[in-house]
């Protein structure tokens, strides 16, 4: 028999989603010099690059240039891209055993964390994800409206998440303009009648999870002033001695900039982006109508512990704060895919370092693999996700060194393809993207913005030239 991974016999893989951990996968494991192995890439969106093209705040173009890199990896002749193609609903578990060595998930994290608090489904209370996907234009989130005409809005949580939130409440349409926003909420945000957002960290400013470029960006908005207290920068004993202890000045950084915020004297911006930090919200109160109006919190300390950790404890005092609209943004959750062991309360798939795990025998399952959030929860920026994969990869790669991976009946690249065309006649390939790439730029051009985004599946396909099936 053939070697698997060789010129007659190439190691097909598939990988499920099109975010920067399967791309990182895809190049590593074309970049092997003795391996011969083809590509498949697939997304239920006719859009490749996951949350870079619809996580990443619109704001932060730099960011986004990554995806330059990404098309260098689908530029490889054994790379193919099948977009608006579901795992799960177009082709199963077993389907992919079919056609495929090894299977790769990689489809992030796709839904939010919930607080657990009292009031959480109010109208005006909203994940912070589903106004980012909004925001960035992602077709499932295009409907969403958020109630823009109240004056003060709360962001719980500290995160980048948080920051990029509460930073594209407060920036002025002039900012915004020359971003890549969808341009239903850039309508939208014109039209925005807020004025004060809050930032909510449970704990002090060494525990907050924003980074340092993301706090500084914050002082130097158009017209909003960022407003710190200044008792809630001081630090205990703990923080301090974290701080001392911290190998790097990043975190001390992070800390003089929020110091300095709490000098700072107002500049008379006309909207105000509030940090605060030690406190807890414990209730979202609602008005007769069911309609968010406040949010009761404890104010917090942070007591020593034997174990020495940071946990917040609820002083006796609270405090309620009017604010029409609330954004949880305390993390994002993997979503579990049929057939797929998944750890619920993690929120990731059963791994050990990308192989799949059974989920009674912890043993992993011949040919499944997984990397990115949905493998080790929502945290780190894009570049994580490179060594992250790489593991996974290596893992990949071991395993076919042994022979452990599915022996498919059908590995022809073109048997995949026939069956993919069956299901989903609205398949989309990576050219096709292109063509639709072009077209938003274009597009963005003849209207002063970078990008104009497509919004709408059917209006993708369509833009594409492909037949936009009938609903
Ligand atoms: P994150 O960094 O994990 O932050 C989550 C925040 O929620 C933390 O401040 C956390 O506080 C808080 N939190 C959790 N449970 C809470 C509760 N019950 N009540 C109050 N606060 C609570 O998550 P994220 O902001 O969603 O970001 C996800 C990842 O994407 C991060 O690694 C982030 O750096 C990355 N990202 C990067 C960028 C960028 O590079 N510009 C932009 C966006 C996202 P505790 O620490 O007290 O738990």
Redesign the pocket.
Known sequence: MTQVGTASQPLRVAIIGSGPAAFYAAEHLLKQPDLVVEIDMFDRLPTPFG?VRY???PD?PK?KTVTKAFDGIAANPRFRFFGNVEFGRHLSLPDFQQHYHQILFATGAQT??K???PGEDLQGSHP??EFVAWYNGHPDYRHHAFDLSVERAAV?????????VARILVRTPDELVKTDIAAHALEALRQSKIKEVFL????GPV?????N??VKEVGEMADADVVVRPDEVQLDDLSRAALEAAQDRTLQKKVEILQGYALRRAEGKSKKLHIRFLV??VELIGDAQARLTRIRMFRNFMPPTETGTNN?KPTAQYEELEVGLVF?????RGVSLPGVPFHDRWGVILNDKGRVLNGDAKQPLTGQYTSG?IKRG?????G?NKPDSVETANCMLEDLAKGAHWQPAQPEAAAVEALVRQRQPAYVTYADWQRLDALELANGQANGRPRLKITSVDEMLAAMGKAVPAH
């Open positions: 949350l996580g990443v705040a932060h960011i939010d964390r607080m657990g608090i912070a994800t719980v949580g500290v995160g980048n998440v948080a920051i990029d909510l960290g449970r704990r525990q907050a999870a924003f980074t470029p993301e807890s919200p917040p949880r943004s305390v993390g994002y959030w929502p945290s780190g920026v894009i994580t």
